[in-house]
C-alpha cells in the first residue's frame, strides 16, 4: 500500500491509502518519455555524415553496374563481384548504423528453435529528437533505391541480358530485405506507441477519479 499525507491550515494532518497500481504507470519515467512530443526533447542538427553513407554505397553499386562497360570493359564477373560487395555493404550500414541513428529504429530476423522464422523489433524514435531531414532522406533513399534496380531489371530483360538480370536481382534483394524490415519495425513502433498512450491516459482517468472521489469523501466529512 502506498501511504501519503495532506498538510491542512488547520494542522490536520488526514492519512489515507492507496494502492501502488494505481501510481506505478504514471510515476514511470520510461512511460513519461515515450509520451513526450517531439518539440520537447533536445533538437539537434541533420547528421549529413550519417545520411552520406546511407545513400553512398547504393550510389556506387548503382554507378558500378551502369558503367561496367567503362570501368572494367564490360567484364560481368568483376562486375558481378564489385555490385555484390557493395550491395553487402549497404545492407549492413542500413540495417545497422544509419536506421538507428537516423530514424532511432532497428530490426532483426532469427530462425528460432522450431525452424520459423521470428523478427524483432527496437524503436527509439519517441525517446529523442529525430530531425525531419534526417528522417525524409533515410526513407526517401531506402524506397526510391529498389525502384531504380526495377527499372534496370526491365531493361535487362527486354534486352536479354540474363545474366546481368541475375545481377540485379540479388542487389534488389538486398534492398528490399531492409524495405520489408524497417516498414515493419515503423508499423510496429506506431502500435506500441498507440497502446502506451492509450494505457497512460486511463492511467490519468484512474487516478483524477481517484482523487475526485477523495475530495468528496473529506468534503462531505
Known amino acids: 500500500a502506498f501511504s501519503r499525507t495532506m498538510s491542512f491550515g488547520g494542522g490536520l494532518e488526514p492519512t489515507y491509502e492507496m494502492p501502488e497500481s494505481h501510481l506505478e504507470p504514471l510515476s514511470s519515467s520510461s512511460a513519461v518519455q515515450q509520451m513526450l512530443s517531439q518539440d520537447m526533447l533536445p533538437r539537434r542538427p541533420p547528421q549529413r555524415m550519417v545520411i552520406l553513407f546511407h545513400g553512398l554505397f547504393k550510389a556506387l553499386a548503382i554507378l558500378v553496374y551502369v558503367l561496367s562497360g567503362f570501368l572494367f570493359s564490360g567484364s560481368y564477373v568483376l562486375t558481378f563481384v564489385v555490385v555484390t560487395i557493395l550491395s553487402a555493404v549497404d545492407f549492413w550500414t ?38 525531419p531531414t534526417d528522417s525524409n532522406t533515410f526513407w526517401l533513399v531506402l524506397f526510391v533505391t529498389p525502384v531504380v534496380w526495377l527499372l534496370l531489371a526491365v531493361g535487362a530483360l527486354f534486352t536479354l541480358r540474363f545474366m546481368w538480370l541475375l545481377l540485379i536481382v540479388v ?34 482517468m484512474e487516478m483524477g477519479a481517484y482523487y475526485l472521489g477523495r475530495g468528496g469523501q473529506r468534503g462531505s466529512g
Open 94 to 131: 542500413v540495417k545497422n548504423v544509419s536506421g538507428r541513428l537516423l530514424v532511432g529504429m532497428r530490426w532483426w530476423n532469427f530462425i528460432d528453435e522450431n525452424g520459423e522464422s521470428q523478427w524483432r523489433f527496437e524503436s527509439f524514435e519517441e525517446q529523442r529528437f529525430v530531425h
Open 171 to 204: 542487389a534488389l534483394t538486398c534492398n528490399m530485405i531492409n524495405v520489408v524490415g524497417y516498414a515493419k519495425c515503423k508499423k510496429d513502433a506506431r502500435k506500441k506507441l498507440k497502446t502506451l498512450g492509450g494505457n497512460v491516459l486511463s492511467r490519468g
